[in-house]
């Protein structure tokens, strides 16, 4: 009898603790801290590759007036369309999302900023190129490393979890601010 008892708890445990290695490999490989959000497609490059060819560097063709006839659905659209048809490799969910938010940072001439990846010891992204990215990390300032679009940050592993995780890119007097637990790319407020 107990022996019956024993046997039924193993195999109904033994999946649950499959389900927690699982679990715990999931926030080992993505995110150590649990908190940090990050999205791996970069549009920077993405931009270089599909869309400079007709619209110039980092969007240095659209004029001066982009974005002031263009509701935010419009934007929307017309960045999906484009990426769909004339940059031949569509984008949807949040790469399409980071895209359209890397134009209103080109729309308000403020500097774009993004996680792109969370390691146990390095937080990296990408920025516009020039800007200086400080990390706020509980209260400990940081400064990253930058070169050309891409900045990495050597984190003190001993920072589990903290309850605030804040990525400043400064430019030529204008301060983006990113809020890396609640998105990981900036100018969200945007295309909410
Ligand atoms: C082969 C050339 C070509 C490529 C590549 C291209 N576009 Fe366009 N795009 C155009 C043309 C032409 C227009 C203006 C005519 C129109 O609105 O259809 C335009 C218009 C736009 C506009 C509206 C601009 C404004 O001032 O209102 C946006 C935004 C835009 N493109 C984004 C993109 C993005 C993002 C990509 C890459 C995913 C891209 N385009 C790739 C040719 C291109």
Not at 60 to 66: D, K, L, M, V
Not at 99 to 105: F, G, M, T
Request: charged residues 20%; contains cysteine; glycine residues 10%.
């Amino acid at each position: 009898m107990f022996q019956h008892i024993a046997g039924s708890r193993s195999t109904a445990l033994f999946p649950g603790i499959l389900l927690i290695l699982f679990c715990v490999t999931i926030m080992a490989g993505e995110d150590p801290r649990g908190v940090i959000r990050s999205l791996s497609f970069d549009p920077f490059d993405y931009f270089a590759t599909g869309c400079q060819r007709c619209h110039g560097p980092g969007g240095s063709f659209y004029g001066e007036n982009f974005g002031k006839d263009h509701t935010r659905e419009e934007l929307h659209e017309i960045v999906r369309e484009m990426a769909a048809g004339p940059a031949q490799s569509p984008l949807s969910g949040d790469s399409l999302r980071g895209l359209v938010a890397y134009h209103y940072s080109l729309i308000t001439d403020t500097p774009y900023i993004q996680v792109t990846g969370v390691s146990s010891d390095t937080l990296r992204g990408v920025v516009t190129p020039g800007a200086e990215v400080q990390l706020l990390i509980s209260d400990t300032l940081l400064y990253a490393q930058t070169e050309s679009h891409y900045w990495s940050a050597g984190v003190d592993s001993g920072l589990s979890r903290p309850a605030r995780v804040e990525i400043r890119a400064v430019a030529g007097g204008d301060t983006t601010m990113l809020f890396a637990r609640k998105s990981a790319f900036s100018h969200h407020s945007f295309i909410e």
